[in-house]
């Protein structure tokens, strides 16, 4: 059984930080692509940042880009976001997930990945 469990969401003021974390479990995280996905209230569910062979390749949404990091620690099975200079509108919920199968275009589509946690909420004040 294949689980992942997100911590690390709160409410900061807008140019704070941030650090979420992701332990995976019956899947190891070097396996595909794992990624950091996020929905705000009335929006789709939209990719953050992916990364798959251990961070050998990594995309970022252009709106995070130079302001969010994706890492892992393998021997912990753990995926990380920390985000830097945080604005409103980074508010919504984050999600980890993970991909079954090896990705070749669109890595950042939510529809890529079968397995996902249940969310932590961010939410960055003005």
């Known amino acids: 059984l294949v689980r992942l469990a997100e911590s690390g969401g709160g409410t900061v003021e807008a140019g704070g930080s941030l650090r979420l974390s992701c332990v995976v479990s019956?899947?190891?995280?070097?396996?595909?692509?794992v990624g950091w996905f996020r929905q705000a209230p009335g929006k789709e569910r939209e990719g953050v940042a992916v990364?798959?062979?251990?961070?050998?390749?990594?995309i970022y949404y252009s709106s995070v880009r130079g302001r969010f990091v994706i890492s892992q620690d393998s021997a912990k099975n753990t995926l990380f976001l920390q985000m830097d200079s945080l604005k409103p509108e980074d508010t919504a919920m984050y999600y980890c997930?993970?991909?079954?199968?090896?990705?070749?275009?669109?890595?950042?589509?939510?529809?890529?990945?079968?397995?996902w946690g249940q969310g932590t909420q961010v939410t960055v004040s003005s």
């Open positions: 990364t798959s062979r251990s961070g050998g390749n990594t």
């Open positions: 997930a993970a991909s079954e199968f090896s990705i070749s275009a669109g890595a950042l589509d939510p529809a890529r990945y079968n397995y």
């Open positions: 019956g899947y190891t995280i070097s396996k595909n692509w």
